[in-house]
């Protein structure tokens, strides 16, 4: 797999020099998008999540066309927090640089070669942002709060007519500078859809998540195999998307006893929704999801060979909730989700929601001994959400919302369900928690 990807690299980059030799430059277009969020967390009882800050994305962009059907793009980001760069001490009245350490990021940076020696074949190498589906296991991070984005240093292929579309990536996610492939991770993956039917799209796909020893003291070997159906019928539109993991989490042992974890898990997205030919619009959903949850007790001590994981939602730009989901925990797993809402467009320009989100524990956490044993409530609570959304003019948009969490037994027990089942949440049943933003965005 290693020596594949070397040869891959190498062969695009080659490639790349023998297009850019003979393409002439035809255009170059400017864009970017500014986006800039007011967040606050508060809880009824304790403060262990009272937070509230404003956060703000800028990007900048250029792209180059080039004849032969080859351009580039070029992306920088800046993702801060109001505050944290202020240049002056008020006190004394003295002014110095800014606190930061690497605000401008090349958040995007590829060449690409579309429809190559005159057959529907793309490629492009370098960093990039790599969405497929609805994001929902491979996102760039921009949904909700927190949108600090998310780009792949990658070399992604890609077939497309219009009948089926095929994408085959590698990327790069940790470099070590060790031999080729050692101490490193890497991402793979293939992604396939088949367009063939009316305003519905069918996919399957294959990614393999490599940790050689890198982010953690551990080899790591990921697999997710999923397949996933969306689209619109009549009146109707759908979103169901089912993934089972596979792999190994090999830990470091006591002795010559091994001290592994199997990676045995299923994630299920679920979505219904109806929009009703009337005034507004209005449209009404139901969802469920289903983040298998792992069983991490099944070994004594050091001689710990029979844990299984939760299922991990690896880089997933879906958010189910806008306190678990963010501040307290982010991707939760070990989990059942129970999703409604509704939605009204009352004019052309604002667009109103409301969701309602249950959420219970998969895999309850257990303690004791014997007829002292005890098992954690499942049930973490219901969060109530109202959204407004209101475009002033084809590019400035305004966004308002809040969120409330009635909190249950099970947020507090110790259950695994935050950081993709490795942690228990910061919260506490008693806590209520509230949360509001207001945001705006403008693309140019």
Known sequence: M???????????????????????????????????????????????????????????????????????????????????????????????RAASGDDVEVYQAYIEASEMWDTPLMMRVGRQELQ???????????????????????????????????????????????????????????YGSYLGLEDVVIDAYWLFIRDDESLTNADIDLHTIGLRGAGEIGAFDFEAEVAYQFGEWDLPGFLWWDNDADIDAFGVNLELGYTFDASWQPRIYLGAAWFEGGDQDNGWGWWNDDDDLAFNRLFSDWEYTEVLDNVSAANLSNVFIYRAGLSVKPTESLDLALALTYLEVDEELEGGWWFWRWTADEDLGLEVGLYANYQYSEDLVFRAGWAHLF??????????????????????????IDYLFLETEIRF
């Not at 984005?149 to 009948?163: E, F, H, P, Q, V």
């Not at 249950?408 to 949440?425: K, R």
Request: proline content about 1%; aromatic content about 10%; charged content about 25%.
């Open 407 to 432: 909190a249950d037994d099970g947020i507090e027990e110790g259950n695994l369900v935050g950081l993709n089942g490795l942690a228990p949440l910061v919260a506490d049943e008693d806590e209520d």
């Open 132 to 190: 497929f589906g609805s994001e929902w296991l491979l996102g760039n991070n921009d949904t909700s709060a927190l949108f600090r984005g998310l780009s792949y240093d990658a070399l992604l292929l890609n077939y497309g007519t219009d009948i089926v579309s095929i994408s085959a990536f590698a990327a790069k996610l940790n470099e070590t500078f060790s031999d080729f492939g050692d101490d490193d991770v890497d991402l793979y993956g293939i």
């Open 2 to 96: 290693h020596s594949l990807m070397k040869v891959t690299v190498l062969a695009a980059l080659v490639v790349c020099m023998g297009v850019g030799a003979y393409a002439e430059l035809q255009n170059v277009s400017v864009g970017g998008n500014i986006r800039i969020r007011g967040n606050v967390w508060e809880a009824d009882e304790a403060d262990v999540l009272d937070t509230a800050f404003v956060e703000q994305r800028t990007r900048l962009s250029v792209k180059a066309d080039f004849t032969d059907n080859v351009s580039a793009l070029i992306e920088l980001d800046s993702y801060d927090i109001w505050g944290e760069d202020f240049r002056s001490n008020y006190i004394t009245g003295v002014d110095g």
